[in-house]
């Protein structure tokens, strides 16, 4: 009697322990296929960004260009202005 007690516990042991090491082992596995998704929206967003924003060096060259056809203009206007009306 006695050791049928004592196999009845070891049995619940077991299967509560198998159940525990069940419900980690799942878990792991969806920590693993969130990673995964993460893992692949950052690769995605890598690819886009550069489609997307403009780089430093691109926007100082726009900018120095827009900048001297300002000059440009105002070189112009000044020529213009300094010029008498009849």
Same mark, same amino acid.
């Given at each position: 009697?006695? #050791?049928?007690?004592?196999? $009845? ?13 069940? $419900? ?11 990673? #995964?998704?993460? %893992?692949?929206?950052? $690769? ?7 489609? $997307?924003?403009? %780089?430093?060096?691109?926007?100082? #060259?726009?900018? #120095? ?22």
């Amino acid at each position: 009697m006695n #050791q049928d007690i004592i196999n $009845t516990l070891i049995g619940i042991g077991a299967a509560i322990c198998g159940w525990v090491l069940r $419900t980690i082992w799942q878990s792991m596995r969806d920590l693993q296929d969130a990673d #995964q998704r993460l %893992t692949e929206k950052l $690769t995605r967003l890598q690819v886009e960004i550069p489609k $997307t924003y403009v %780089t430093k060096e691109d926007f100082r #060259q726009v900018l #120095q260009e827009i900048n001297s056809k300002l000059d440009r203009i105002c070189e112009r206007l000044e020529n213009k202005q300094d010029r008498s009306i009849p």
